[in-house]
């Protein structure tokens, strides 16, 4: 099994809402992401958890808010969003250590109103 | 730093004619190089991997040599399919860090 799974596929939501995006895997993983993703452009990196922890945040407004209650689970709690944080959000995950590639989900859709 | 540049502009091509996206690389050391495919309205998929210098990479009839000397990973097919029509993305990975360095990708299109 070499999939990451998301839900919802599409959300949206007010800015003055409060949503999740939930990701899992089951291919025993250590290493989990989140990409935001503009249209035609790459993803963007914002977090990384190995082995559960918190190891990259790249800057992202306290807006965005990880969360990683187990190693086969990731969650990204939205709150007070802005038009702008409409994108495409991808989970990936990856075995730890070098030379690993990340497998992606098919990312969830958001849009803020 | 780590940075990958890819082709300018999308790629639009014929039935069965032959495909090649260029992707250069630079790095401090010698990185993992990856090409991802986008199909519209999914996420990224693994399309092939090298992980040292002379390596190629192979998935789908699609190929990718790593050079160290010309710090280069193209992306080659010999006879594209309307289904090849995606947005591909070359990757480096140094150090295990965790951190992917993406090029900007480029839309291919083929036309029947």
């Known amino acids: 099994d070499t999939e990451v799974t998301q839900t919802p596929k599409h959300l949206v939501m007010g800015m003055t809402n409060k949503k999740s995006l939930k990701c899992e895997q089951h291919?025993?993983?250590?290493?989990m992401y989140w990409y935001k993703q503009k249209a035609k452009k790459p993803p963007e990196l914002m977090f990384v958890y190995s082995y559960e922890k918190l190891s990259i945040n790249e800057s992202v407004p306290s807006r965005f808010s990880p969360e990683c209650p187990n190693s086969s689970l990731l969650n990204l709690h939205l709150h007070a969003l802005q038009p702008e944080d409409s994108a495409l959000y991808l989970c990936?995950?990856?075995?730890?250590?070098?030379?690993?590639?990340?497998?992606f989900g098919p990312g969830t859709r958001l849009t803020v109103t | 730093g780590n940075s990958v540049t890819q082709m300018e502009g999308p790629v639009t091509l014929s039935e069965e004619a032959f495909l090649t996206i260029n992707c250069t690389y630079t790095?401090?050391?010698?990185?993992?190089l990856f090409w991802y495919v986008q199909y519209p309205g999914e996420g990224l998929q693994l399309l092939l991997k090298a992980t040292k210098a002379d390596d190629k990479g192979s998935n789908k009839g699609f190929e990718a040599t790593y050079r160290k000397e010309t710090t280069s990973f193209h992306l080659e097919k010999g006879s594209v399919q309307v289904s090849d029509s995606a947005v591909y993305f070359c990757?480096?990975?140094?150090?295990?860090?965790?951190?992917?360095?993406f090029g900007k990708g480029n839309q291919v299109v083929v036309i029947p």
């Open positions: 990936a995950s990856s075995h730890e250590g070098d030379s690993y590639e990340q497998y």
């Open positions: 790095a401090t050391g010698y990185p993992s």
């Open positions: 291919m025993g993983h250590r290493a």
């Open positions: 990757a480096l990975e140094l150090g295990g860090n965790n951190r992917l360095a």
